[in-house]
């Protein structure tokens, strides 16, 4: 059973011990350095950390570490990887090896890169352990600041460490630290208000962990979380924030009304900021009228809503809670206030999809006015060793090799025309990266967009009506190649050289419309750079 721990408490019985041993942390992010904006952008959990190591008086710093490279020096290293980096990373560390005290952690909040983490934490540890025996510990589960104190006050007292903490003794949100945030902090703070996550999609790492004695969701009081904010505002001159929690409203019955008391001391408070948040489309059909309008009044610009397919036949198989039709009646509901920046999350091939599901699922992102967005019209379903759709793909035969946990699980699809689709339209990414540049490009206007008080005044005006065009045009493009590829004779599905002639048009509308957008940020506005990750930007090797 998960225990919950006050750091207040804790740090008062540090003072206590001798500092005399206070052994250097550096907080190493891996990247690959090959372009994708995963590379600038550090997981917020190193932040987190490095503000309780603060308070407790341990020297510590974040660095990104080129992997091809050697990390700073220091006594201990706290590695944070995501799937993409984490074999090579692992790989790498053994030249540090006998140099420093290494461990592995990843307890960032977004679901789809915890690869240390769900029901499958201790075999995966394990696994890393006896492959690369200079890795001295693995934190495994949830929110490692407990953890890495623990570790540090054993390394001080001389204490034996053991290969891995207990992940069930987690620090209580409402009692550590405000954030920190270090002089080169992007202008776009990633913060917290709860972790974990109480729905059950089979897809999901933190919900495939619900089914255990572990606490499935640790949130903040409202008005502490409101006062992080406010103190990173003040203290920091920060003023948008990504919130990452899975669910913005969760805590069951009691969500609506911790959003709600969130959003009301927002409005209250006054404090002139942009935020974006993750809600449940049910959450957002039982909100009145009057409560959307007080999200935007609250600095909500941007809602991300997991609607993950456009057949019921896919949503029942991933235990989402939501039908197809509620979906679209609350991404239409958003649109057509025009206050939000609507992102849908969507999940268009999966092992299970046929051509005729494929169609079905294209022409819900057309009525919805979202075939533009490259991601929703290509995203794979990502298998996660030990999740509850890796099990379902184990009892039906399409996992094509179970050998590797550190991975995404490798799968057969039951329709082998889907496969070849799916795989060409993830080369796409490579063969003309003006389509993952357009698809920035479109994120990038979005952003600046929905978070500018009058986005339609004359100076931004004439750039935004052509930039509608410009989507529209490209969502029809997307639109017909997708269903051309349906359609195309059998013997040509797969081939990338069609394909890529059908996308020629991109590199055109893409310089016109790059040329545009730098006018648009040379004003005086702040300019967003939308995050994505290496697997969104270069596709999965598959």
Same mark, same amino acid.
């Given at each position: 059973?998960?225990?919950?721990?006050?750091? %207040?408490?804790?740090?008062?019985?540090?003072?206590?011990?001798?500092?005399?041993?206070?052994?250097?942390?550096?907080?190493?992010?891996?990247?690959?350095?090959?372009?994708?904006?995963?590379?600038?952008?550090?997981?917020?959990?190193?932040?987190? &950390?490095?503000?309780?190591?603060?308070?407790?008086?341990?020297?510590?710093?974040?660095?990104?570490?080129?992997?091809?490279?050697?990390?700073?020096?220091?006594?201990?290293?706290?590695?944070?990887?995501?799937?993409?980096?984490?074999?090579?990373?692992?790989?790498?560390?053994?030249?540090?090896?006998?140099?420093?005290?290494?461990?592995?952690?990843?307890?960032?909040?977004?679901?789809?890169?915890?690869?240390?983490?769900?029901?499958?934490?201790?075999?995966?540890?394990?696994?890393?352990?006896?492959?690369?025996?200079? &890795?001295?510990?693995?934190?495994?589960?949830?929110?490692?600041?407990?953890?890495?104190?623990?570790?540090?006050?054993?390394?001080?007292?001389?204490?034996?460490?053991?290969?891995?903490?207990?992940?069930?003794?987690?620090?209580?949100?409402?009692?550590?630290?405000?954030?920190?945030?270090?002089?080169?902090?992007?202008?776009?703070?990633?913060?917290?208000?709860?972790?974990?996550?109480?729905?059950?999609?089979?897809?999901?790492?933190?919900?495939?962990?619900?089914?255990?004695?572990?606490?499935?969701?640790?949130?903040?009081?409202?008005?502490?979380?409101?006062?992080?904010?406010?103190?990173?505002?003040?203290?920091?001159?920060?003023?948008?924030?990504?919130?990452?929690?899975?669910?913005?409203?969760?805590?069951?019955? %009691?969500?609506?009304?911790?959003?709600?008391?969130?959003?009301?001391?927002?409005?209250?408070?006054?404090?002139?900021?942009?935020?974006?948040?993750?809600?449940?489309?049910?959450?957002?059909?039982?909100?009145?009228?009057?409560?959307?309008?007080?999200?935007?009044?609250?600095?909500?610009?941007?809602?991300? #809503?997991?609607?993950?397919?456009?057949?019921?036949?896919?949503?029942?198989?991933?235990?989402?809670?939501?039908?197809?039709?509620?979906?679209?009646?609350?991404?239409?509901?958003?649109?057509?206030?025009?206050?939000?920046?609507?992102?849908?999350?969507?999940?268009?091939?999966?092992?299970?999809?046929?051509?005729?599901?494929?169609?079905?699922?294209?022409?819900?992102?057309?009525?919805?006015?979202?075939?533009?967005?490259?991601?929703?019209?290509?995203?794979?379903?990502?298998?996660?060793?030990?999740?509850?759709?890796?099990?379902?793909?184990?009892?039906?035969?399409?996992? %094509?090799?179970?050998?590797?946990?550190?991975?995404?699980?490798?799968?057969?699809?039951?329709?082998?025309?889907?496969?070849?689709?799916?795989?060409?339209?993830?080369? #796409? %990414?490579?063969?003309?990266?003006?389509?993952?540049?357009?698809?920035?490009?479109?994120?990038?206007?979005?952003?600046?967009?929905?978070?500018?008080?009058?986005?339609?005044?004359?100076?931004?005006?004439?750039?935004?009506?052509?930039?509608?065009?410009?989507?529209?045009?490209?969502?029809?493009?997307?639109?017909?190649?997708?269903?051309?590829?349906?359609?195309?004779?059998?013997?040509?599905?797969?081939?990338?050289?069609?394909?890529?002639?059908?996308?020629?048009?991109?590199?055109?509308?893409?310089?016109?419309?790059?040329?545009?957008?730098?006018?648009?940020?040379?004003?005086?506005?702040?300019?967003?750079?939308?995050?994505?990750?290496?697997?969104?930007?270069?596709?999965?090797?598959?």
């Amino acid at each position: 059973m998960s225990i919950l721990f006050d750091f %207040k408490i804790i740090k008062k019985e540090w003072e206590k011990i001798p500092k005399n041993n206070v052994p250097k942390v550096a907080l190493l992010y891996p990247v690959l350095n090959i372009g994708a904006s995963a590379d600038m952008v550090a997981p917020h959990s190193l932040y987190y &950390i490095q503000s309780t190591l603060k308070e407790l008086d341990v020297p510590c710093d974040i660095y990104f570490w080129d992997i091809n490279g050697t990390p700073e020096e220091a006594d201990v290293y706290y590695v944070h990887p995501m799937f993409a980096t984490i074999e090579k990373c692992c790989k790498s560390l053994g030249e540090i090896k006998d140099k420093a005290i290494i461990c592995l952690g990843n307890s960032d909040q977004h679901q789809h890169e915890m690869c240390l983490g769900g029901l499958q934490g201790k075999k995966i540890a394990h696994y890393l352990l006896s492959r690369y025996p200079y &890795i001295n510990l693995i934190f495994s589960g949830k929110n490692h600041e407990y953890s890495i104190s623990c570790m540090i006050q054993n390394i001080m007292l001389k204490r034996p460490l053991t290969f891995q903490l207990n992940e069930e003794h987690i620090f209580s949100l409402d009692s550590l630290p405000f954030m920190y945030l270090p002089q080169n902090y992007p202008q776009v703070v990633r913060i917290r208000s709860s972790v974990g996550c109480r729905a059950v999609c089979t897809y999901c790492i933190e919900s495939s962990s619900n089914n255990t004695n572990s606490i499935n969701w640790i949130g903040m009081e409202g008005k502490r979380f409101v006062d992080e904010i406010e103190h990173i505002v003040h203290v920091f001159n920060r003023r948008i924030f990504n919130i990452t929690d899975s669910s913005f409203e969760d805590a069951e019955s %009691k969500g609506n009304m911790r959003l709600m008391t969130i959003v009301n001391d927002l409005i209250d408070r006054n404090i002139g900021i942009s935020l974006k948040i993750h809600l449940r489309s049910e959450t957002v059909k039982s909100l009145t009228d009057d409560e959307i309008l007080k999200l935007k009044k609250a600095g909500i610009d941007i809602i991300v #809503i997991g609607v993950e397919s456009g057949v019921d036949t896919d949503l029942k198989e991933f235990k989402k809670i939501s039908s197809a039709d509620t979906a679209k009646d609350t991404i239409n509901r958003l649109d057509k206030t025009g206050l939000f920046f609507t992102i849908l999350g969507y999940l268009m091939f999966t092992p299970f999809t046929t051509l005729e599901l494929l169609r079905q699922k294209i022409n819900y992102l057309n009525d919805l006015n979202r075939c533009w967005d490259y991601m929703n019209m290509t995203n794979w379903l990502l298998v996660y060793y030990g999740s509850r759709m890796h099990d379902n793909l184990l009892k039906k035969k399409l996992v %094509k090799c179970d050998e590797d946990p550190i991975a995404y699980v490798s799968y057969n699809f039951s329709d082998e025309n889907v496969r070849k689709i799916a795989q060409t339209m993830n080369m #796409i %990414k490579k063969r003309v990266p003006e389509v993952m540049n357009m698809h920035k490009l479109f994120y990038d206007g979005y952003n600046v967009f929905s978070r500018l008080k009058d986005p339609l005044k004359q100076e931004f005006k004439v750039f935004f009506e052509k930039f509608f065009i410009i989507q529209r045009q490209i969502g029809k493009l997307y639109y017909d190649i997708m269903l051309k590829l349906i359609d195309i004779s059998p013997q040509y599905i797969g081939e990338i050289s069609i394909a890529e002639d059908m996308f020629l048009p991109v590199k055109e509308i893409y310089f016109t419309l790059k040329q545009d957008f730098q006018e648009l940020i040379s004003k005086d506005i702040l300019f967003v750079d939308t995050w994505f990750s290496n697997v969104n930007v270069f596709g999965l090797e598959k």
